[in-house]
């Protein structure tokens, strides 16, 4: 398969960046995107070249670092699964592809295809956790959950914080990876007394970082990897507003 790359490279953030043109030359269908990146990566070091700089790390769709966005799609057109997960078998000998960072100001980018994400581990540090005694591992069976709010608390916590919501969004919000952190504490018996301090916490961490609001497009939805639902967003504007309240009347 020999396919036609234009890729986005850029030296840092304050760096203005551009699209060079590079030739994929005997890509084998069964190799992954990444795979494919990193055939190329080995011919353009052979010629004396800078390689192109992408994040990786577990390859199986599970660490959310290849945040990829793949001809204007955050992690490619193929539904629920990451760029890693992604294997050329999906595209066309000849096909042109057009490979750039999660564009976002809350996500400046390292160097080309890099983009540091912290600003989501610094939202999970303002409310992202729960409060309790250390100490022995009590029995899994401890604590009874009902089986729904067990199913809604696992569906949630399968976020993996890739940022393909945000980079899909016109507003680069971050709600749904906010409200996907929030739902799964506040599912749980764990998670309930922090509740309203969780919520109002991570929201204005949220606002700090300059991510946007939700304007209810769903471009986050159809993008995410994980399928994480929007529903979650409506929950947790209301439990911000609820919280909110709470806060004023004391």
């Known amino acids: 398969m020999k396919l036609t790359l234009k890729v986005w490279r850029q030296q840092d953030a304050s760096s203005e960046g551009r699209i060079e043109t590079y030739e994929a030359k005997d890509i084998p269908e069964e190799a992954s995107f990444l795979e494919m990146l990193d055939i190329v990566n080995n011919k353009i070091i052979e010629s004396g070249d800078d390689p192109i700089s992408f994040d990786h790390d577990c390859r199986e769709g599970i660490c959310g670092a290849c945040s990829l966005t793949i001809n204007g799609i955050p992690h490619g057109k193929e539904s629920a699964i990451t760029t890693c997960q992604l294997h050329m078998r999906k595209f066309s ?143 947790l504007n209301r439990q911000y507003a609820t919280a909110t309240v709470k806060e004023a009347i004391g």
């Open 93 to 235: 000998d000849g096909d042109t592809i057009y490979i750039e960072p999660f564009r976002a100001k809350a996500f400046p980018v390292i160097r080309d295809l890099v983009v540091d994400r912290s600003a989501f581990d610094r939202i999970i540090e303002s409310g992202g956790y729960v409060s309790i005694r250390t100490g022995s591992a009590v029995d899994a069976n401890a604590m009874p959950v009902q089986k729904d709010d067990a199913d809604t608390a696992f569906d949630a916590a399968t976020c993996i914080g890739c940022g393909a919501c945000v980079a899909a969004c016109k507003n680069a919000s971050a709600m749904l990876f906010v409200s996907a952190k929030a739902k799964h504490l506040n599912s749980l018996p764990q998670g309930l007394p922090e509740k309203d301090r969780r919520v109002l916490n991570m929201v204005e961490q949220m606002d700090k970082e300059g991510f946007g609001n939700c304007t209810n497009q769903y471009e986050c939805e159809a993008v995410c990897p994980k399928s994480i639902k929007s529903e979650f967003i409506s929950d």
